[in-house]
Nanobody, 125 residues
Framework: VQLQASGGGLVQAGGSLRLSCAVS???????MGWFRQAPGKEREFVAV????????YYADSVKGRFTISRDNAKNTVHLHMNSLKPEDTAVYYC????????????????????WGQGTQVTVSS
């Protein structure tokens, strides 16, 4: 299974970006999440969505600004990021969980089976 993340870039504060993560090489599991890691900080949870039913869960820091969605036909998950802030600057990673689990557990990176390569998001003030 391979995950290919794309869509990062440089944007001004208040702007928007859309990240995408395409899954290939096998079944697409039960849930897809996004994490981010800023320089000098630990990786942190951003959002997760179930492939079946589309149930979502967000970190408090992005709730109301970010939206995670999935396109089952294309095996792709998107992260729509609005009202971006400089503190959103980080490398963003998508991750795939194969077996179903309580969604809130997926705020923990240890529960994911596969990871994408990361895409840089930089928000200027």
């Amino acid at each position: 299974v391979q995950l290919q993340a794309s869509g990062g870039g440089l944007v001004q504060a208040g702007g928007s970006l859309r990240l995408s993560c395409a899954v290939s090489g096998g079944t697409f599991g039960s849930s897809m999440g996004w994490f981010r890691q800023a320089p000098g900080k630990e990786r942190e949870f951003v959002a997760v969505v179930r492939w079946s039913g589309g149930v979502t869960y967000y970190a408090d820091s992005v709730k109301g600004r970010f939206t995670i969605s999935r396109d089952n036909a294309k095996n792709t998950v998107h992260l729509h990021m609005n009202s971006l802030k400089p503190e959103d600057t980080a490398v963003y990673y998508c991750a795939l969980r194969m077996n179903r689990i309580v969604l809130t557990y997926l705020a923990n990176a240890d529960y994911y089976d596969y990871w994408g390569q990361g895409t840089q998001v930089t928000v200027s003030s």
